[in-house]
């Protein structure tokens, strides 16, 4: 135990030399020898371990004190720092140091818990741990994380945590901070929104790139805040997540609608109504900059198409939507993954990382067992997205069809290719081989769901056309969720309720149909507009194939 002593002392001086008097002056005590209690005051001196280099280093000393407790009270605190380095000496050189430059500092002794951490922790006694070097650390620390879980975790912390909150202490952090994040995010928001709807191309390019961030997204980053800071509770380097008590909008899974009459009619106007509106801004744009030569002032068929807001983030088609889109991609060279996809709803990862040996189209079954993800412009390959995900899918026979026609048109690539193919084993591929990007298929979606004259889905969405297709074929939400590979069967129910009043309206429109006298002909449905088209004009009509 380090050697220390308390003793009492004042700043009286000598009337002769002016030299202080310290301990040595008569008023500290009483007639009978007792301390005065209203004269002087109490000082503790402890002795500390050498400097790292040996040499010898003076006492922590420290006055002011009231009564001769609190000066022992202290002092004890300070053997109990020391303390804390057991018979390790560097460490305790390392704890002398941080007593002398905290005393320095705040005229206070080092916190004993925070101290106690860092040495049981291993991190620098010296370095007052920051939010952004704990999140490094941390994110550095989680090993077993899906490459796509760790990319989103990255970007939430590169993005909007550490330009907040990153400066600030780990053991500092209030709610009043996280509450920052997110009020940031707000007004990044807000600037998006706003530069994107000037029309101008400076206020734009700035935020090229750069997406809203829904309430979902919100309560992901808040997430991964929580889980970082409550690692840091485990390893007792704070006490408190403050994350854990900041509210938030609730993320509400978006209803999936069926894409009507009056919703596409609605679009169709909201369509030419962008297109009207953004050849305006960049008319008058062009008029006031000196290159509006070089500006123009067209608008691109697919922006328009895939720009204009609709009804829900989720839309599906109704069948005879989706037959006329299966009747436009036939012929196309990824007919069957967009056929796949339709039919038993496969994601568009684990149709593009589907390989022909997990195909058994003797028994008709397709395994799914990888994955391709794009995460920024890279793809990485890897195990479906959960446990549920990872599956067997029973074929019907069109599929299994489309899928043999499409081996024997790769097969015919290969040929073609010669020396020059890759030998993936990926049974969609590009014309050489080699893995297809995940962002190709859906570009070549986008572009024959424009041919065909369809309101617009996401490729994502013709998942959920295959799960309204089941429940308009009357399978319950149980056999969703398994073709699906869904986690819970609360995410099928979330999801898709809101199409049930349409396909229930269908379901009483066929019974009423049943009891239509046979005199008063059933009408039938107006098509939807762009839906059929002629045979000889949708074949001389070229389809864009993969580059």
């Known amino acids: 135990m380090a050697k220390g002593k308390t003793f009492k002392q004042c700043g009286c001086r000598d009337a002769d030399t002016g030299q202080r008097l310290g301990q040595k002056c008569p008023k500290l005590r009483r007639a009978r020898g007792a301390w005065s209690s209203n004269h002087g005051t109490w000082t503790y001196q402890l002795e500390l371990p050498p400097h790292a280099d040996g040499g010898r280093r003076g006492p922590l000393r420290r006055s002011g004190f009231a009564t001769k407790d609190q000066a022992e009270q202290e002092m004890n605190t300070a053997r109990e720092l020391l303390s804390i380095a057991a018979d390790d000496e560097a460490t305790a050189t390392k704890i002398a140091d941080l007593i002398i430059q905290t005393v320095k500092d705040t005229r206070r002794l080092p916190d004993a818990d925070v101290l106690r951490r860092k040495v049981r922790t291993g991190q620098d006694l010296a370095t007052r741990l920051t939010i952004a070097q704990w999140l490094e650390a941390w994110l550095r620390g989680k090993q077993r994380l899906r490459p796509g879980t760790s990319a989103s975790y990255a970007t939430h912390i590169r993005l909007y945590l550490t330009p907040v909150i990153g400066h600030i202490r780990l053991d500092k952090l209030q709610a009043t901070d996280v509450a920052a994040v997110f009020e940031t995010i707000d007004e990044l928001n807000e600037t998006i929104q706003a530069a994107r709807a000037s029309g101008d191309p400076m206020l734009r390019a700035k935020v090229k790139g750069r997406r809203m961030v829904n309430a979902a997204t919100k309560q992901r980053i808040r997430a991964t805040l929580r889980s970082a800071l409550n690692t840091a509770i485990k390893q007792r380097l704070i006490d408190f997540n403050p994350a854990a008590v900041v509210e938030l909008p609730p993320a509400k899974r978006p209803k999936a609608l069926i894409w009507t009459p009056e919703r596409i009619t609605a679009w169709r106007q909201a369509r030419n109504q962008y297109v009207e509106d953004t050849q305006r801004r960049k008319t008058v744009l062009a008029k006031r900059s000196p290159h509006g030569a070089k500006l123009g002032t067209g608008v691109t068929a697919l922006d328009s198409y895939i720009t204009t807001p609709r009804p829900s983030p989720v839309m599906v088609w109704t069948p005879e939507q989706t037959r006329a889109f299966l009747d436009r991609a036939h012929g196309h060279r990824l007919y069957a993954l967009f056929h796949l996809i339709v039919f038993r709803g496969l994601r568009r990862g684990e149709a593009c990382g589907l390989r022909w040996p997990d195909l058994d189209l003797a028994s008709g079954t397709a395994t799914i067992r ?166 000889g004009d949708r074949a001389q009509r070229s389809v864009p194939t993969i580059r």
Not at 373 to 388: E, L, W
Not at 472 to 501: C, F, N, R
């Open 370 to 535: 990888w994955q391709i993800v794009q995460i920024g412009g890279t793809t990485i390959q890897g195990r479906p997205k959960s446990d549920a995900g990872d599956r067997q899918v029973a074929l019907d026979r069109q599929t299994i069809h489309a899928l043999v026609a499409h081996k024997a048109r790769q097969n015919t690539e290969r040929l073609t290719a010669g020396q020059d193919w890759t030998d993936t084993g990926f049974a969609f591929t590009t014309p050489s081989g080699e893995a297809l990007h995940p962002a190709e298929a859906t570009e070549q979606f986008h572009w024959l769901c424009m041919e065909a004259d369809l309101p617009p889905i996401r490729l994502h969405d013709l998942r959920h056309g295959a799960a309204t297709l089941l429940l308009a074929a009357g399978h319950d939400m149980k056999t969703v969720q398994e073709t699906l590979g869904l986690s819970s069967i609360t995410i099928a129910a979330d999801t898709y309720t809101s199409v049930l009043p349409d396909l229930a309206r269908r379901a009483a429109e066929d019974v009423a149909a049943l009891l239509t006298p046979t005199t008063n002909h059933r009408q039938p449905t107006p098509a939807l507009q762009g839906t059929t088209r002629d045979a």
